[in-house]
T-cell receptor, first 113, second 115 residues
Framework: AQTVTQSQPEMSVQEAETVTLSCTYD???????LFWYKQPPSRQMILVIR??????QNATENRFSVNFQKAAKSFSLKISDSQLGDAAMYFC??????????FGQGTRLTINP | GAGVSQSPSNKVTEKGKDVELRCDPI?????LYWYRQSLGQGLEFLIY????????KSGLPSDRFSAERTGGSVSTLTIQRTQQEDSAVYLC?????????????FGSGTRLTVV
């Protein structure tokens, strides 16, 4: 079974600085997908970035990028030039095949002005 | 519709009453998922639909919980004889199948409070 672990319950960063959120996972499959979701107070889960396990190149989406270390089963999210609107809960998640999306426990990110 | 719609947005119910939560997925999305999120916690999988059938019900916490999906579209999650520990946000998500790994589109959830 897949498991996803986020070891940082809370993180904070100064506005315009860079912050990295950690995530590790465990899977027996070689083909899977990894995601970072953002959950603002509105509760809706918003997809931030996705990574396909068979791709070695790290995914990037504007100010968001990942450091995907397949051998170490690590998938961290880097947010550059942090903005006040980035404040939210961030969830790391994994899926393999048609199985259910498995989430980590979440990291609450605070942006200090 | 353009997104996943859930109703009601908030529900307060008395302990012991039954509740129904509704999810209207994106048109054409054949896969539908229900998750539960307790206060300050991650998302806990409840049940997965492919079309109208539920290949994975492993996350339903007790036989008080049931769900159905009709016409390959709308799904209803029913909680019978609600308990205070059922208080949580119930999130629904849908996605198109085909192994594209594009993840899910989530609704805004229903916040259930059992008093």
């Amino acid at each position: 079974a897949q498991t996803v672990t986020q070891s940082q319950p809370e993180m904070s960063v100064q506005e315009a600085e860079t912050v990295t959120l950690s995530c590790t996972y465990d899977t027996s499959e070689s083909d899977y997908y990894l995601f970072w979701y953002k959950q603002p107070p509105s509760r809706q889960m918003i997809l931030v970035i996705r990574q396909e396990a068979y791709k070695q190149q790290n995914a990037t989406e504007n100010r968001f990028s990942v450091n995907f270390q397949k051998a170490a089963k690590s998938f961290s999210l880097k947010i550059s030039d942090s903005q006040l609107g980035d404040a939210a809960m961030y969830f790391c998640a994994a899926i393999q095949g048609a199985q259910k999306l498995v989430f980590g426990q979440g990291t609450r990110l605070t942006i200090n002005p | 519709g353009a997104g996943v719609s859930q109703s009601p947005s908030n529900k307060v119910t008395e302990k012991g009453k039954d509740v129904e939560l509704r999810c209207d997925p994106i048109s054409g999305h054949t896969a539908l998922y229900w998750y539960r999120q307790s206060l300050g916690q991650g998302l806990e999988f409840l049940i997965y639909f492919q079309g109208n059938s539920a290949p994975d019900k492993s996350g339903l916490p007790s036989d008080r919980f049931s769900a159905e999906r009709t016409g390959g579209s709308v799904s209803t999650l029913t909680i019978q004889r609600t308990q205070q520990e059922d208080s949580a946000v119930y999130l629904c998500a849908s996605r198109r199948t085909g192994g594209d790994g594009y993840g899910y589109t989530f609704g805004s959830g229903t916040r259930l409070t059992v008093v």
